[in-house]
């Protein structure tokens, strides 16, 4: 069964950065887009980032483009989010999900904390 | 950056009843292959988000069928035909046709 599992959040000053790590596992990872899913603390659910499963095309909410990057290593059946010029409201809940169109399969979330 | 509407944002409803969530989109979501790339998820506090619905109107495995969704172009509904207490929860709509794909609101279903 396809498995996700995110690593990397935690505690930054606004203005900060952080990335965070996604490893799956149980899946042929280089053949599936994979998507950043984000939820602030009893907020909604905000799609973050996409990218396709051979890394050449990603995709950005605008809330955070210019300021995160999505990237992936297939060798390494990981997914990256490259986040800098952190802001209050970047703290959330943040998941990683295959299949940025409507994902299925989705980690149990990392914390990242914004704040001075 | 598409908008997705849904209504209501609270439900509360009878066990046993039917509830009814309504979601809107600011454009088509038909996509150049032909499909909607229109989902349903389900969250439950303090769980990850679960699909239930994809491409508007496909139940997931294991998905009761008393869940069924419908709709096309930028008018979809999820329909739960009765409503038992394990489905309280917020029910988000999404769409995938044009990235970056975008959430509703969320409906926060309850138990009178």
């Known amino acids: 069964e396809m498995q996700l599992l995110g690593s990397g959040g935690g505690f930054v000053q606004p203005g900060g950065s952080l990335r965070l790590s996604c490893e799956g596992s149980g899946f042929i990872f280089s053949n599936y887009a994979m998507t950043w899913v984000r939820q602030a603390p009893g907020k909604g659910l905000e799609w973050v980032a996409g990218i396709s499963d051979s890394g050449h095309k990603t995709y950005y909410a605008d809330s955070v483009k210019g300021r995160f990057t999505i990237s992936r290593d297939n060798s390494k059946s990981t997914l990256y989010l490259q986040m800098n010029s952190l802001r209050g409201e970047d703290t959330a809940l943040y998941y990683c999900?295959?299949?940025?169109?409507?994902?299925?399969?989705w980690g149990p979330g990392t914390l990242v904390t914004v704040s001075s | 950056e598409v908008v997705m509407t849904q209504s209501p944002l609270s439900l509360p409803v009878t066990l046993g009843q039917p509830a009814s969530i309504s979601c809107r989109s600011s454009?088509?979501?038909?996509?150049?292959?032909?499909?909607?790339?229109l989902n349903w998820f389900q969250q439950r506090p303090g769980q990850s988000p679960r699909r239930l619905i994809y491409k508007v109107s496909n139940r997931d495995s294991g998905v009761p069928d008393r869940f069924s969704g419908s709709g096309s172009g930028t008018d979809f509904t999820l329909k739960i035909s009765r409503v038992e207490a394990e489905d309280v929860g917020v029910y988000y709509c999404m769409q995938g046709t044009h990235w970056p794909g975008t959430f509703g609101q969320g409906t926060k279903v309850e138990i009178k």
């Open positions: 999900a295959e299949d940025p169109r409507g994902p299925y399969y």
């Open positions: 454009q088509s979501l038909v996509y150049s292959d032909g499909n909607t790339y």
